[in-house]
């Protein structure tokens, strides 16, 4: 025995923790993607930006555009950040006051579906004007639909404005923008797998979407409260939540296996134990498990951004034609709720980020052989644009509202309803 | 489109979480062990029991013994399992005052020799005159070696008597043993291999594993706490219990790379950071990640014994009889240090549980082809009583020490040491 033998390092890890990966390398990989999300997010802060910028700039940097140390596609990391984003929504979720929430629920609703048409119809417009045929003009089209939950909460949670009426219709209209994006997406797989949708079948999905969200709010507000009662009583503090954490992940996946999304389920998870009195606790518990968690998530949508595929001119082009639609398509939605007082440029940049939604549709696309890798990598570029776009923008917004209160401003806008501290 | 295809699901989490396995399936898979986890734990503690046993329970009747619903060797429940045991010896560091642990050492190392020396003897010779073969007899007596640090320490812990003299021997014991253990799997290793092992790589190997620890404990010390304080300057307070983890991770890894164990690496973490005035802040990060993480451990724990093999009568006599040495082999070694005034008792019976570390000798065995199937479920057995009978008999033996203060016993004894609430 001359030196400590390799392969009885993978014997002392009892297993391979992934297809090649060592236990020692994923704890390594989980160090350097905590250490460079918690360094470029403070520096984030520094200059005045959501930390989430930062988390995003890491995992484009530790990526294959980079460095190409961090593999989004590792099973394992996506694992992790899939916990991440369920961890944000559910977190989300419990910081939310359903009765505000539904009082905004027109204007959510129609920022939702204005901002799902209007950019979809842009797209594929723009995609045909510069030659793209009908079908991958109609996946583009698609990929321009869907509001990142994750990054518009994160943000607005970040600058402290999720309970603002604007942060609330964001908010709404994000969560339902992602259940009509997965109808979208079921749509799209359809017309990609040679099949032509039906219109029973579309509304069907949609009643299942939208069914799955109402029964759960309904259902849960009868049931999860008595059953928290008894764990609260029974067991001891830290039990309640991991409970919690428990009724988070059966919801998401409950509402993935009704055609949902996971975190969809989450929020509503989160929205459920909201009025209990055990919420607090809860909270404490999460925002613990969140902080680990969470950068996680935007490290590795970071990282699924290649940059190096920006390098044709055309791709380029395509790109930034998308981007501008999809951008002007989503501002021009924070307009649709015309009877709503609320400051509408700060929804509509608010609805702006695309995020890791964005990328599923493309890579649906890519995987499908419908669209060729320039027009992915077009849609990766709007993508980055967008979800990079909007944070710093709605910041400037925020603190310009900010600095407009104080010369006086009339009551209804932004910073009236802040109800945080 | 009739109904949401399940290859939709499939492109709606991206990309499968493992070999095969959906992000859903893993979130459900989580909360199951979770649910499984705490509600045993909860009831075991209603009995009397640490939660501890109701959490490797747990995992008997969820693995392939019974209900055969969790796959221990699942390569992401293993990484999981892993930042569990991680994550709780790092918090067991972080409460451990070096100091302390330090004024016992003496005894602790004594009883890790004592506690490894004699359990090998006794299981190669009961192995023998089982009828083995020498080199399946000194894998056998190789698994009775080393002690579960995360059971011995979690059942200390959640009996409040961590900070005794009783168990911070135990503790140290358990750690030097782990070292020792990670030796003699070299030792073995090489030996299955069909090579000689030599004096001279023994040697270095055995520099090396108690080299890392006295190296890291010496740097880290001037290390460490000034890194933290710039860290806790300029960074948000969970952004420090962040760090915190990122250093136990990255010293577990170390730790694995120059031949010692993870667990060693991240109990050193908790060490170096438990004088600093971080420590509670820290501890109040890590102990809700823990909760969460822990009980995933113990389940795969016990998840990996796969009770269907004790069904033939020679497997269980062989069991059996190694099962006596395991536990008068360490029972006796808590005697060894006769100098020290404390209940050797229960340091004798805090050495008895094997759990993990006695799995991977029978595993590597094994694999190797040296154990047959009789052989590796004996130890199976072994690990099954020693793990499951500790607890209960400790804390009887820790009740008795109460009772007994009642009517005046000398100063010194286990209860007087106590510095826990």
Not at 76 to 88: M, P, T
Not at 156 to 163: E, N, T
Not at 310 to 317: H, I, K, N, T, W
Request: aromatic share 6%; hydrophobic share 60%; charged share 10%.
């Amino acid at each position: 025995m001359t030196s400590m033998p390799s392969t009885l390092l993978a014997v002392v890890s009892a297993a391979p923790a992934d297809n090649g990966v060592s236990v020692e390398q994923f704890l390594l990989l989980l160090a350097v993607v905590l250490i460079a999300a918690k360094v470029l997010g403070e520096l984030a802060e520094r200059i005045g930006q959501p930390a989430v910028v930062g988390e995003l700039l890491a995992g484009v940097l530790l990526g294959p555009s980079v460095i190409g140390y961090v593999d989004p596609t590792l099973p394992s990391l996506h694992l992790l950040a899939q916990i991440g984003v369920v961890l944000l929504l559910f977190g989300i979720g419990l910081e939310t006051d359903l009765k505000k929430l539904l009082s905004v629920g027109g204007a959510a609703f129609t920022v939702a579906v204005v901002g799902v048409a209007l950019p979809f119809m842009l797209g594929v417009w723009v995609a045909r004007e510069l030659g793209l045929d009908l079908l991958p003009a109609i996946v583009a089209g698609a990929a321009l639909t869907a509001t990142s939950v994750g990054i518009t909460a994160r943000v607005f949670s970040d600058l402290g404005r999720l309970q603002t009426v604007e942060g609330q219709i964001v908010l709404g209209a994000a969560v339902i923008d992602d259940v009509i994006g997965l109808i979208i997406l079921a749509i799209v797989s359809d017309l990609v797998a040679g099949n032509a949708p039906s219109a029973l079948g579309v509304g069907r999905t949609t009643a299942v979407a939208f069914g799955f969200l109402g029964a759960v709010l309904l259902v849960g507000r009868f049931v999860v409260p008595p059953v928290f009662a008894v764990v609260a009583r029974t067991g001891r503090q830290h039990t309640l939540a991991t409970m919690a954490l428990v009724l988070a992940f059966l919801l998401a996946v409950l509402a993935s296996s009704v055609g949902s999304a996971l975190i969809v389920g989450a929020f509503a998870a989160g929205l459920v134990l909201a009025p209990t009195e055990h919420a607090p606790t809860i909270e404490r518990g999460i925002v613990r498990l969140a902080n680990v968690f969470v950068p996680i998530f935007f490290v590795a949508v970071g990282a699924a951004v290649d940059v190096r595929t920006f390098g044709s001119r055309e791709v380029v082009m395509v790109g930034l034609a998308l981007t501008a639609v999809a951008i002007v398509g989503k501002f021009a939605a924070g307009f649709a709720p015309v009877w709503v007082r609320a400051n509408k440029t700060l929804i509509g940049v608010g609805m702006i980020p695309r995020g890791e939604v964005g990328l599923i549709f493309a890579q649906t696309g890519l995987t499908a052989g419908v669209l060729n890798v320039g027009t992915y990598s077009a849609l990766m570029l709007m993508v980055l644009v967008t979800t990079f776009i909007a944070p710093p923008l709605l910041r400037l917004l925020i603190t310009r509202a900010h600095a407009s209160t104080r010369i006086g401003v009339e009551p209804g806008s932004v910073v009236d309803m802040t109800t945080e501290a």
